[in-house]
């Protein structure tokens, strides 16, 4: 069966290939009447023209494909914000493309220079590490790139991400208004900036009540996981921290957190508060449910799709997103909320020392 051609469509549509090419493209849909837009688009429909992608990355030298670069595909966390990337990016005539690098760095810089040799037009990526040499020569060759969820040291490329501090404080104050004074927190590695300043927010929002502070009272997780998680929590069980309250750097922590309480035989929430980070999928189902700290997944990865042309080198996003009465011209920090399921987190009534 012959393929269909553009010219086809202009000539059983009665206006210029050129006319055709901007109805059918949705980045030029706009420059042409509404009227001429239905008519090409009825007449491609009925003689099935499907547009030949390698033709048109030829005449505009792009391709059209924006990959995003995630560090575990399994995680709950990422599919959120994949899902939001990708209703931006089709609209715009873009195609995701997503990439695993299993949170190999090895992995990663082969993945990122076989996207680019394939000509993608820019990059999502959201497995920075704190210091990051990969992303470092991303901006230095004026790549477009856009980091979501995790920043760098050195704040070359744009960022999206939420507002921290906020959430961690929101946790610490629940907490708080519970009546916990003794509270933990199991963070995330410090070797991204997720983990270092969710840690950060910790140890000012203890500060800022005027808790009482300790060595040991904040631990790293080596990895966003729920194994990390309940190796933590058992380090934490087994020292002379006292505690009646974790708060754990992302939900997969917390989730190794409630199942070591569970191995010890300490009850949750009657002996031992738990907040989560992030609300993954399904932490309302849990039994009994874990409260946790809302980020807007979604909006996050939207918002890198619409930054995606604006990224690399010295070019910086424009514009700028307020949070919590901030303004910050590369970083875009959007709102957390806390999701209370007071299951989790009782008022504190039983002291440490009765609970082993």
């Known amino acids: 069966m012959q393929r269909v051609k553009l010219a086809d469509v202009a000539r059983a549509a009665g206006v210029h290939p050129g006319t055709a090419s901007r109805a059918l493209n949705p980045l030029t849909q706009d420059q042409v009447s509404r009227e001429t837009y239905r008519r090409v688009t009825r007449a491609a429909q009925r003689l099935g023209y499907v547009p030949n992608a390698v033709a048109r990355g030829l005449r505009t030298a792009r391709s059209y494909i924006i990959a995003m670069v995630v560090p575990d595909v399994t995680n709950p966390l990422f599919p959120p914000m994949v899902r939001g990337a990708e ?30 040799a394939r000509g993608t037009d820019g990059f999502i990526i959201a497995t920075a590490r704190w210091e990051d040499p990969l992303l470092g020569e ?22 999206i991400g939420a507002d921290e501090r906020t959430g961690v404080a929101l946790a610490v104050d629940h907490l708080v208004g519970l009546g916990h004074r003794k509270i933990a927190y199991l963070a995330g590695p410090q070797d991204t900036s997720t983990g270092r300043e969710r840690a950060a927010a910790f140890r000012q929002a203890v500060r800022s009540h005027g808790l009482p502070t300790g060595r040991g009272q904040v631990r790293a997780c080596t990895a966003y996981t729920e194994a990390a998680g309940a190796v933590a929590a058992r380090a934490l069980l087994a020292s002379s921290q006292d505690c009646t309250a974790i708060l754990a750097g992302n939900d997969l922590i917390a989730f190794g957190v409630l199942s070591e309480l569970a191995r010890a035989g300490i009850s949750c929430p009657d002996q031992m508060s738990v907040i989560g980070f992030n609300d993954l999928p399904l932490v309302d189902k849990l039994t009994p449910p874990l409260t946790t700290v809302r980020l807007p997944l979604a909006d996050m990865g939207g918002i890198a799709a619409r930054d995606r ?45 009765t609970k082993r």
Not at 109 to 115: D, E, F, S
Not at 139 to 159: E, F, G, K
Not at 330 to 347: G, L, Q, V, W
């Open 309 to 353: 042309d604006r990224g690399g080198g010295t070019q910086r996003a424009g514009g700028a997103v307020a949070a919590r009465g901030r303004v910050r011209r590369t970083r875009y920090d959007r709102p957390a909320k806390i999701f209370i399921n007071f299951e989790h987190s009782a008022n504190a009534r039983i002291a440490r020392d």
């Open 138 to 159: 991303l901006a230095a060759a004026h790549i477009p790139a856009v980091l979501v969820n995790r920043n760098t040291s050195s704040a070359r490329l744009p960022y």
């Open 87 to 116: 209703q931006v990016l089709s609209k715009a005539g873009y195609t995701l493309v997503l990439t695993d690098t299993d949170n190999d760095a090895i992995a990663e810089r082969r993945q990122v220079q076989l996207l680019r």
